[in-house]
């Protein structure tokens, strides 16, 4: 039979553990958040740098955005 003491022990590491868990899945599941904003980030990046890019191409080669400015 176990001593209250080890029972003691025992429940400390017990929920020691389990805190240990739970720190570990809130960091993961803020690290997925995280990626994921980044990714949707970077794909509003690459759509505005495809529109600049797009747009200094028409201006330069006397497009509509040319004529506008004139």
């Keep these: 039979m176990m001593s209250p003491e080890e029972i003691r022990w025992g429940a400390k590491y017990i929920t020691l553990i389990i805190c240990n868990v739970v720190a570990l899945y809130h960091v993961y599941y803020f690290y997925k958040k995280t990626q994921k904003l980044r990714d949707e980030v970077m794909e509003k990046d690459k759509i505005i ?5 797009l747009i200094q ?14």
């Design 49 to 53: 740098y495809e529109k600049e890019k």
């Design 57 to 70: 191409k028409l201006s330069s080669s006397g497009g509509f955005y040319s004529s506008i400015s004139e």
